[in-house]
């Protein structure tokens, strides 16, 4: 398999009451990761770089891009699971409405996006980016720069498997990837840190 495409989620970032979560920043921790990730060697390949419009996406393809040379397409497609209708919610509360949030992918479980929609919003939005990028004649790898949970939906539909938590990034403060291609679909193994090079 010859991975098309990277799926980075950002790491670590400054929790606030004050401030609405798509507005939320990488902390100091979460520069220091991403930053620490440039020496992935598969970085050579990347020729154009996506993010989705949450700054704290935003924050780590910064990085990407100043390290690579390359501008960054901002896609709201590739935005976060839409849990605007709960706001901000303790850690546990958060982990609990994740939980039934994959556990009951066709309902809006408290008024938040439902798992089914914001599946079929990222992969349209990856199957775009990978399109354009491919009219240019580009042979390159796209790295997209984004979150957790659409992150976990396009691994579920990449591995054809159904969606569940189960196959969620590792409770790590984020900052991972997986490698894939759409055609033919597939996914290149398990979540990494991207922090860390083998």
């Known amino acids: 398999m010859h991975p098309q495409a990277i799926f980075i989620t950002h790491p670590n970032v400054v929790i606030s009451r004050e401030v609405p ?3 939320w920043p990488l902390s100091a921790l979460g520069r220091e990761r991403m930053t620490s990730g440039l020496r992935q060697p598969w970085l050579a390949e990347v020729r154009a770089l996506a993010c989705s419009s949450e700054q704290k996406a935003i924050d780590g393809a910064q990085i990407l891009a100043q390290h690579l040379g390359l501008s960054i397409i901002q896609d709201a497609g ?3 699971n839409d849990r605007s209708a709960t706001g901000f919610l303790p850690p546990p509360a958060f982990e609990a409405m994740a939980d039934a949030f994959f556990a009951e992918p066709e309902r809006s479980v408290r008024g938040w996006e439902r798992a089914v929609d914001a599946q079929a919003r990222v992969v349209a939005a990856v199957t775009r980016l990978l399109a354009a990028h491919r009219s ?3 042979t390159g790898a796209l790295a997209i720069v984004s979150h ?3 992150g976990t939906l396009l691994y579920c539909h990449l ?5 569940d938590r189960r196959w969620d990034q590792p409770p790590n403060g984020g900052g991972n990837y997986f490698r894939f291609s ?3 679909r597939a996914v290149d193994g398990w979540w ?4 860390a090079v083998d």
Not at 159 to 163: E, N
């Open 21 to 23: 979560v798509p507005r």
């Open 78 to 80: 590739l935005d976060e």
């Open 136 to 138: 240019q004649g580009e």
């Open 148 to 150: 957790g949970a659409v």
């Open 159 to 163: 591995a054809g498997v159904p969606i």
């Open 182 to 184: 759409l055609s033919p």
């Open 192 to 195: 990494r840190a991207f922090d």
